[in-house]
């Protein structure tokens, strides 16, 4: 009997991306995960990756780019070097609220403007506090697949020039156009749309941030802004990197300007739509969220049945989607729409997602 190939549409880990596969074979053969991080090889490696990350998401020269373990950790090291006291949250779902939840754990004055689960901001309606030193923003809610306007948030910086601000745009880069320059702190981690195995979080970081970072007292040790910097202008980490993601992200990053990221994003568009539109129809299945919010990179879909059920179904025919995230568990399922997953690969899903028992 022919392997039937089983196709992740899970909202990271994800299907890996087939220039992933490619390049993690390559690297194996030519010995990349053995070099010294302390070598010129690594250095060209290091370099290259960056380069491509800064081509790809317009970087301006200024910012830094720093690689750490995960966007967990980016959340921290931004709330260590950019606060000290008060910082201020839009909570729409889990992984905002993490973020929340970290400038809490330090000690941190932690404001938040929360909306219910599917809901999102209009951002130039928003007042923020003044006094506030650090704004943290998810541009696109995995757990609820909410997804905020990138031209509204580049718009909270002109009207609060003092303030700090942070961007998650973990499961929506490098589909979101974000105007970098108007943004402190940019972050996302490679197991989402980069479809690259997990453990690797790049922190993209403004001169204002650095220059407030080295004015707090206590901002971390081995990841400190200061430190991350002086390493990361010799081409270098502070400690022993993730070499082989390090490697990854500049393959995956040069595959991506190699296909054009117009063509990506209207590719990601015209996917999405396949399935709101079949989701519309469903006689089981509907959006979770409503206009302007909804993700293009995560589909959030409310089932009438039990969504465990459906899970399960098409976990036999070797298709898996996520579960509803904390008590949606038992009535929505997410669907990824990365790169990683083809035109045809969607079209299969929806086949298969097909109509209830
Ligand atoms: C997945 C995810 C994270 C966490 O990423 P890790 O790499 O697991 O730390 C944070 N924010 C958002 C929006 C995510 O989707």
Same mark, same amino acid.
């Given at each position: ?26 690297a194996?053969?030519e010995?990349i995960?053995?070099i010294?991080h302390?070598s010129k090889q690594f250095e060209a490696i290091y370099a290259e990756s960056v ?105 909270? !910086? ?6 700090? #601000?942070? /961007?998650?745009? *973990? =499961?929506? &880069? ?17 197991? !989402? ?6 453990? #690797?979080? /790049?922190?993209? *970081? =403004?001169? &204002? ?26 081409h ?7 070499v082989l993601?390090i490697y990854l992200i500049g393959k ?106």
């Open positions: 009997m022919a392997h039937m190939k089983d196709r992740y549409f899970t909202p990271g880990p994800t299907e890996l991306l087939p220039i992933a596969r490619t390049e993690i074979e390559r194996i053969r010995n995960c053995s010294s302390r380069s491509s990350l800064r081509q790809l998401l317009t970087i301006p020269e200024s910012y830094s780019v720093f690689f750490l373990g995960s966007a967990t950790e980016a959340m921290e090291r931004i709330i260590q070097n950019c606060a000290s006291q008060r910082t201020y949250h839009f909570v729409n779902g889990a992984f905002s609220k993490r973020f929340h939840t970290i400038a809490t754990a330090y000690g941190r004055e932690a404001d938040k403007k929360e909306v219910d689960l599917g809901l999102g901001f209009d951002f130039d309606k928003e007042e923020i506090p003044r006094g506030i030193e650090l704004v943290c923003i998810t541009h696109n809610e995995t757990s609820t697949g909410v997804q905020l306007s990138p031209h509204e948030i580049a718009r909270i !910086k002109e009207r609060y020039p003092e303030m700090l #601000l942070a /961007v998650d745009v *973990v =499961s929506s &880069a490098p589909y979101v156009e974000i105007d970098v320059s108007k943004v402190d702190c940019l972050f996302f981690s490679v197991q !989402k749309l980069f479809g690259m195995p997990a453990g #690797l979080g /790049v922190l993209i *970081v =403004s001169p &204002a941030a650095l220059i407030r970072s080295e004015q707090l007292a206590s901002v971390g040790s081995y990841h400190s802004f200061k430190e991350l910097r002086q390493y990361a202008i010799q270098q980490t502070p400690e022993t990197p993730n993601g995956v990053a040069a595959f991506f300007l190699q296909q054009g990221m117009q063509a990506l994003r209207t590719e990601t568009e015209k996917k999405a739509k396949l399935i709101y539109n079949f989701a519309e129809k469903s006689s089981y299945l509907k959006p979770f969220v409503a206009q302007p919010f909804r993700s293009q990179t995560v589909i959030c879909l409310s089932c009438s049945e039990d969504a465990n059920d459906v899970r399960a179904r098409l976990k036999q025919e070797h298709f898996y989607v996520g579960s509803g995230y904390g008590k949606f568990k038992d009535n929505q399922i997410r669907i990824a729409n990365f790169p990683a997953h083809s035109q045809a690969d969607v079209a299969d899903l929806i086949r298969r997602l097909g109509t209830s028992t």
